[in-house]
């Protein structure tokens, strides 16, 4: 898919909805080189350090969690309508066992500012370089919140990524 280069702001609440609903995909090499894409519904786009940033939230026991200790890089693909199936299928199967890509039908074309994979046929792609990371503290959180996401332990790590692109398709807003 074309896209050009847009503010990283452009397109933030469409952004959001769909990663509180089918999700975002989240890009990063293994060690290998092999692509990977896990599917996310938690994270912030915002402004730190003076830089714009992406957070994201991966706990220990995914795939992608290897993948981005090793380079140090991801991207966020936010899905049109039509990958519905595809992000459903990448946020119940691990990168550990195959190749989603070729599972989903997806193109992978690595970033042009980070080592990391992005999926062709995503309306909007940013490109991140991790600048910090840092893990959840289960007695530094709110009760309720521990009770509810972490039952079994498996605290996230938070990945700070420092937003190097962003690229949306000029028809993104109707494809989302
Ligand atoms: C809608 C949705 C949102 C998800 N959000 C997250 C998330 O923010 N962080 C996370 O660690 N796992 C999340 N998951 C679970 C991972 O996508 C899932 O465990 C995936 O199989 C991991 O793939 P990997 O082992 O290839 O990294 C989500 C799953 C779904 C379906």
């Given at each position: ?5 847009v503010d990283y ?6 952004v959001?909805?769909v990663?509180?609903?089918r999700?975002?995909?989240l890009?990063s090499?293994d060690?290998?080189?092999k692509?990977?894409v896990?599917?996310i ?13 992406w957070?994201?939230?991966v706990?220990?026991?995914r795939?992608t969690?290897?993948?981005i200790e090793h380079?140090?890089?991801f ?7 039509n990958?519905?199936?595809a992000a459903?299928e ?5 990168g550990?066992?195959?190749n989603?890509?070729d599972?989903c039908k997806?193109t992978?074309?690595?970033g042009a500012n980070?080592?990391a ?7 909007i792609v940013y ?8 893990d959840?503290?289960p007695d530094?959180l ?5 009770s ?12 700070f990524g420092?937003i190097?692109a962003?690229?949306?398709a ?7």
């Amino acid at each position: 898919m074309e896209r050009q280069n847009v503010d990283y702001t452009a397109y933030y609440a469409d952004v959001m909805r769909v990663m509180t609903g089918r999700g975002l995909l989240l890009g990063s090499y293994d060690a290998n080189r092999k692509p990977n894409v896990m599917t996310i519904g938690w994270g912030q786009i915002g402004y730190i350090w003076g830089k714009p940033i992406w957070t994201v939230l991966v706990r220990p026991s995914r795939y992608t969690y290897q993948c981005i200790e090793h380079t140090g890089c991801f991207t966020v693909n936010v899905p049109g309508e039509n990958l519905s199936l595809a992000a459903a299928e990448c946020g119940s199967t691990s990168g550990r066992d195959g190749n989603k890509f070729d599972a989903c039908k997806l193109t992978e074309q690595q970033g042009a500012n980070v080592f990391a994979p992005t999926v062709a046929e995503c309306p909007i792609v940013y490109e991140c370089q991790v600048v910090h990371r840092n893990d959840v503290i289960p007695d530094r959180l709110a009760d309720e919140i521990l009770s509810g996401a972490y039952v079994d332990g498996d605290y996230h790590r938070v990945y700070f990524g420092h937003i190097l692109a962003t690229r949306a398709a000029t028809d993104a807003g109707k494809l989302l």
